[in-house]
């Protein structure tokens, strides 16, 4: 157990003494980033408050190297762990400065006056997480995703050795997500900050996390790191998803294919098909696609929105016999739109296919494509 620098070792969460999750036990080294993923209402916040001690352990403990976290008091607890929840604080008449400058109490005397020292540290955190130019607006007056970087800088500015955060980036835009992630990542690596918090982005999560805990049910369903986790066809198990697609590999969702007769057959590749796949689909028309190699960008979508995909082996040149196939498929089909427009000498089998359409005076080019 040395090795870890946070553990819990048979922690049971839950309330008023009926337990949630039994047994849960999480390893991790100093500097690691732990996120806890799992549908709504598994308990994820669950098992977040319960390690910072907002709840009582129903039974084990949490281990902060030598410490039992349990057993620190609120100040010593604060110096070592940060915490953001998904409850908001209401602080009334506080500037977002004011706000971030909580975080240092645990190291301020009892009237909270700032040092010289704890200024820097406010406006560091302020800076970490590009907010100085809100440090003179009042909390209560901003957007929910500007009270979020606040409430982060707040937590980075308490200078903890852990950070536990609920759901950091749930209001965050696309640009801030990317920030804040990449500024966790870096002071995990600069600061050896080590990080446990809960996302419902996987993408994100497998991208950032060193290890994930998946919640679900009376005991935590898998520990480890994200490339045993995101294994084919075990995040639709644990989301229970019966409806569209979720690809362990891109960490894309995609909504449910349109069955039915395909009407139209979609000569793709290298990504070019995935726009008019994703078309076909909010139109609902059902479609085929080929010729795609196993292993093209195309396919894992062709294959979650489509009907059929006539696919060639990773690797190999396109055989005669799945050329048959595709032929077959395109008699069966009302139109042919090809994406591609260059072909290299592996894709002349696709060309062909091409010409095969025109001939047929099956192949929809420019305009009409939707006009049909
Ligand atoms: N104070 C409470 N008293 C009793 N049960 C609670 C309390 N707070 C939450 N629960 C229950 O505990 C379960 C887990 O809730 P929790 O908020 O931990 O889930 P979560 O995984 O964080 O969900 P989400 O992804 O929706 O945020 C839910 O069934 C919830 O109703």
């Known amino acids: 157990m040395q090795n870890y620098f946070f553990y819990t070792k048979n922690m049971t969460v839950g ?39 907002q709840l009582s352990l129903l039974n084990g403990k ?3 190297e030598e410490v039992c976290i349990n057993r620190l008091s609120e100040k010593e607890r604060a110096k070592r762990l940060s915490v953001v929840l998904t409850e908001r604080i209401h602080p009334e008449m506080m500037t977002c400065e004011e706000v971030v400058a909580m ?14 020292t704890d200024k820097k540290a406010v406006q560091r955190a302020m ?5 100085e130019e809100l440090a003179e607006k009042e909390f209560l007056t901003l957007s929910d995703g500007q009270k979020q970087r606040i409430l982060l800088a707040k937590a980075i500015a308490q200078d903890p050795d852990v950070l536990v955060l609920d759901e950091p980036t749930s ?8 920030e804040f992630l990449s ?36 005991y935590v369903d898998r520990f480890g790191p994200p490339e045993n986790v995101f294994l084919p066809g075990y995040i639709k198990e644990l989301y229970g998803i019966t409806t569209g697609t979720f690809d362990e590999c891109s960490g894309r969702v995609e909504l449910p294919a349109v069955h039915g007769i395909p009407r139209v057959f979609v000569i793709g590749g290298n990504g070019s098909g995935i726009p008019i796949y994703r078309r076909l689909q909010r139109e609902g028309i059902p ?7 196993e292993n093209d960008k195309d396919t894992p979508v062709a294959e979650a929105l489509s009907e059929r995909v006539i696919k060639e082996q990773a690797y190999c040149p396109i055989r005669q016999d799945t050329v048959v196939c595709a032929k077959e498929e395109i008699d069966r089909c009302r139109h042919v739109i090809c994406t591609l427009t260059d072909f290299g000498e592996w894709n002349k089998e696709n060309k062909k296919l091409l010409l095969y359409a025109k001939d047929r005076g099956k192949l929809l080019e420019g305009e009409r494509i939707w006009q049909k």
Request: overall charge positive; hydrophobic content about 40%.
């Open 15 to 53: 309330y008023d003494g009926v337990p949630l999750i039994r047994d849960i036990q999480i390893e991790i080294k100093r500097g690691e980033i732990l996120t806890l993923i799992g549908p709504n209402g598994a308990g994820k916040s669950t098992i977040l408050k319960s390690i910072i001690g």
């Open 183 to 218: 500024v966790l990542q870096e002071m995990t690596k600069k600061k050896n900050l080590t990080v446990i918090m809960s996302l419902h982005e996987l993408d994100l999560a497998e991208r950032i996390s060193d290890k994930i805990l998946c919640v679900k049910g009376e």
């Open 127 to 131: 800076e970490t997480v590009r907010t």
């Open 62 to 64: 949490v281990q902060l």
């Open 287 to 293: 479609f085929s696609a080929g010729i795609l190699w």
């Open 103 to 116: 975080g240092r109490y645990p190291y301020t005397g009892r009237l909270g006056i700032l040092s010289e």
């Open 171 to 178: 209001f965050l835009d696309v640009r801030y997500k990317l």
